[in-house]
């Protein structure tokens, strides 16, 4: 059956009728949109959070931060020279 005969129909029948047609369309259009978004939202890759595990860390954190950077930074620009060196 084609729009337009559908159309022609629903024409046909009474006011309240074609009221009550014209919602229950919206409610299944509205309900398949939903299911289309949901569906296309859990394909979609995560969005990587740059905040996850900030907080995750030692609660003493605070205090060793000066110890953990004296650490990593040398740790870094070693990684960094032997990167630049290949």
Request: charge should be negative.
């Amino acid at each position: 059956m084609t729009i337009q005969e559908l159309l022609s129909a629903a024409q046909q029948l009474s006011l309240s009728d074609q009221i009550r047609l014209a919602s229950q369309l919206m409610q299944t259009a509205s309900q398949k949109l939903q299911v289309s978004a949901d569906t296309a939202s859990a394909e979609s890759d995560p969005i990587e959070d740059p905040l996850i595990g900030l907080f995750a860390g030692s609660p003493d954190l605070a205090s060793q931060s000066e110890e953990i950077q004296q650490f990593q930074i040398p740790r870094y620009r070693q990684t960094k020279a032997s990167q630049q060196a290949e």
